[in-house]
């Protein structure tokens, strides 16, 4: 019989056992597409916190599982918070995938397999007719559209989602178990879907350390800007970020405004612009808006819209660029709550009519979608909105878009408040696109 002292002593280490051994995190979590930009091709990103091999089994829906497989490799992610917790990013880019085809998929390792999940590859085709969800400012507390969106690409309704910064509220947070929280609520969107992003200031902890290691865009930036192809649309995805945080470096407000310039010369030259008639621009923080805050898109002289004199040499904003690079349509969030505009350019309308002003517009559309869900609620209106604000709403919720054709591109609200209801809709209609199309 062990003595009652001896007993007692191995009672107390028995705590300390118990947490000697820490567990092994072999098991994928965090899975979400993304769209290379490259047809026929799809990139799977995940997330262990040992390291395993990177790897995806998958087949075409109905035909034999995982007969075919790709690999990858892991990158490691260290956060700079305290606790300095380690995490593997897995990519993977399946390629030569059959265009409209559904596949099913796994990824993980021998040492651990995820759910089963399937995705659409997306059509090549110019005149495909994509279905877009669009929104920004979702966190991990209040998300309240996210059970609706969940549902609805489940059920088919979407063929990518464009996310318009501003994470989780926020990703570094906790040790950035916020961050991994946010990763797996969205799972259930982002493994059917490509989940497309850029990134908004709530990221901007760390130099958006969290953002930049997590997603996986097209390009060489990080995931900060790049464009992509489909349908008859060209998309591009930028920062806005790089006029506010200067201490991250100057220099990536002027590589990003001749990136720009650049992509939006070539989406430009005739025999692109004859394919992808359509450009649209997804950033975080708009040039316009008519919220009772003294954010940035509330003042005359707006750093996106306008740029920054108080940079050597003066800072370009993005307006006149994406003006005369005729830029049809622009996506932005920030501001918690949902506004469409009138086209507008330097501050005054440029309707296409009095009786149709989406008709042959004279100007960018923006829309201003921020009202997602997240812990900091939505924001009030100004009561006295200058005469470009055409429609506002506070409800929670988020846009959708179906860019029909070269000409028709449908755009509607969806309020999460009202249980679905669509309370706004328009059609853009443009016969002509590009910088003649303003006269």
Same mark, same amino acid.
């Given at each position: 019989?062990?003595?009652?002292? *001896?007993?007692?002593?191995?009672?107390?280490?028995?705590?300390?056992?118990?947490?000697?051994?820490?567990?092994?995190?072999?098991?994928?979590?965090?899975?979400?597409?993304?769209?290379?930009?490259?047809?026929?091709?799809?990139?799977?990103?995940?997330?262990?916190?040992?390291?395993?091999?990177?790897?995806?089994?998958?087949?075409?829906?109905?035909?034999?599982?995982?007969? %075919?497989?790709?690999?990858?490799?892991?990158?490691?992610?260290?956060?700079?918070?305290?606790? %300095?917790?380690? %995490?593997?990013?897995?990519?993977?880019?399946?390629?030569?995938?059959?265009?409209?085809?559904?596949?099913?998929?796994?990824?993980?390792?021998?040492?651990?397999?995820?759910?089963?999940?399937?995705?659409?590859?997306?059509?090549?085709?110019?005149?495909?007719?994509?279905?877009?969800?669009?929104?920004?400012?979702? $966190?991990?507390? =209040?998300?309240?559209?996210?059970?609706?969106?969940?549902?609805?690409?489940?059920?088919?309704?979407?063929?990518?989602?464009?996310?318009?910064?501003?994470?989780?509220?926020?990703?570094?947070? &906790?040790?950035?178990?916020?961050? &991994?929280?946010?990763?797996?609520?969205?799972?259930?969107?982002?493994?059917?879907?490509?989940?497309?992003?850029?990134?908004?200031?709530?990221?901007?902890?760390?130099?958006?350390? =969290?953002?930049?290691?997590?997603?996986?865009?097209?390009?060489?930036?990080?995931?900060?800007?790049?464009?992509?192809?489909?349908? +008859?649309?060209?998309?591009?995805? @930028? +920062?806005?970020?790089?006029?506010?945080?200067?201490?991250?470096?100057?220099? @990536?407000?002027?590589?990003?405004?001749?990136?720009?310039?650049?992509?939006?010369?070539? *989406?430009?030259?005739?025999?692109?612009?004859?394919?992808?008639?359509?450009?649209?621009?997804?950033?975080?923080?708009? %040039?316009?808006?008519?919220? &009772?805050?003294?954010?940035?898109?509330?003042?005359?002289?707006?750093?996106?819209?306008? $740029?920054?004199?108080?940079?050597?040499?003066?800072?370009?904003?993005?307006?006149?660029?994406?003006?005369?690079?005729?830029?049809?349509?622009?996506?932005? *969030?920030?501001?918690?709550?949902?506004?469409?505009?009138?086209?507008?350019?330097?501050?005054?309308?440029?309707? $296409?009519?009095?009786?149709?002003?989406?008709?042959?517009?004279?100007?960018?559309?923006?829309?201003?979608?921020? +009202?997602?869900?997240?812990?900091?609620?939505?924001?009030?209106?100004?009561?006295?909105?200058?005469?470009?604000?055409?429609?506002?709403?506070? &409800?929670?919720?988020?846009?959708?878009?179906?860019?029909?054709?070269?000409?028709?591109?449908?755009?509607?609200?969806?309020?999460?408040?009202?249980?679905?209801?669509?309370?706004?809709?328009?059609?853009?209609?443009?016969?002509?696109?590009?910088?003649?199309?303003?006269?």
């Amino acid at each position: 019989m062990v003595p009652v002292h *001896a007993a007692c002593a191995l009672l107390s280490l028995a705590p300390l056992l118990v947490l000697g051994v820490p567990p092994i995190w072999t098991q994928p979590e965090q899975v979400h597409l993304s769209y290379p930009g490259v047809p026929g091709s799809m990139v799977v990103t995940w997330t262990t916190f040992n390291k395993t091999e990177s790897k995806v089994e998958y087949g075409l829906l109905g035909g034999r599982l995982f007969d %075919m497989s790709a690999k990858g490799d892991a990158a490691l992610f260290v956060d700079s918070g305290e606790e %300095m917790r380690k %995490m593997y990013i897995h990519r993977v880019t399946l390629t030569d995938l059959k265009p409209t085809a559904t596949y099913v998929y796994h990824c993980g390792s021998d040492e651990g397999w995820s759910d089963m999940f399937s995705f659409t590859v997306l059509n090549d085709s110019t005149s495909f007719s994509p279905r877009f969800a669009v929104y920004g400012d979702m $966190g991990n507390e =209040n998300p309240q559209s996210l059970a609706r969106l969940q549902k609805e690409t489940q059920l088919g309704m979407y063929d990518v989602i464009l996310h318009v910064g501003d994470f989780a509220y926020d990703m570094h947070e &906790d040790n950035a178990r916020v961050g &991994d929280e946010f990763m797996k609520q969205i799972q259930s969107i982002a493994a059917y879907v490509p989940y497309m992003t850029c990134p908004g200031n709530h990221e901007s902890t760390y130099n958006f350390s =969290n953002y930049r290691n997590r997603f996986s865009m097209p390009g060489q930036t990080e995931s900060l800007w790049y464009s992509w192809n489909l349908g +008859s649309v060209h998309i591009i995805s @930028l +920062s806005t970020e790089v006029y506010f945080y200067l201490e991250f470096g100057q220099e @990536l407000l002027f590589k990003q405004y001749e990136w720009l310039k650049k992509d939006l010369e070539e *989406a430009n030259k005739p025999e692109n612009r004859a394919v992808r008639p359509w450009i649209i621009t997804m950033g975080h923080r708009p %040039m316009y808006c008519s919220d &009772d805050d003294q954010d940035d898109c509330t003042k005359f002289d707006s750093y996106v819209r306008l $740029g920054r004199k108080d940079t050597k040499p003066p800072a370009p904003g993005l307006e006149d660029l994406f003006y005369r690079y005729g830029v049809d349509v622009e996506f932005w *969030a920030h501001e918690h709550t949902y506004e469409r505009l009138w086209p507008v350019y330097s501050d005054k309308v440029y309707n $296409g009519s009095k009786e149709q002003p989406y008709v042959n517009p004279k100007a960018p559309v923006h829309i201003i979608t921020g +009202s997602a869900g997240c812990r900091e609620k939505t924001d009030k209106f100004n009561p006295n909105p200058k005469e470009w604000s055409a429609f506002r709403s506070t &409800d929670y919720g988020y846009t959708r878009m179906q860019v029909v054709n070269a000409t028709h591109l449908y755009l509607e609200q969806v309020s999460d408040d009202q249980y679905g209801k669509v309370i706004d809709s328009i059609w853009v209609v443009k016969e002509k696109h590009g910088f003649s199309a303003w006269f």
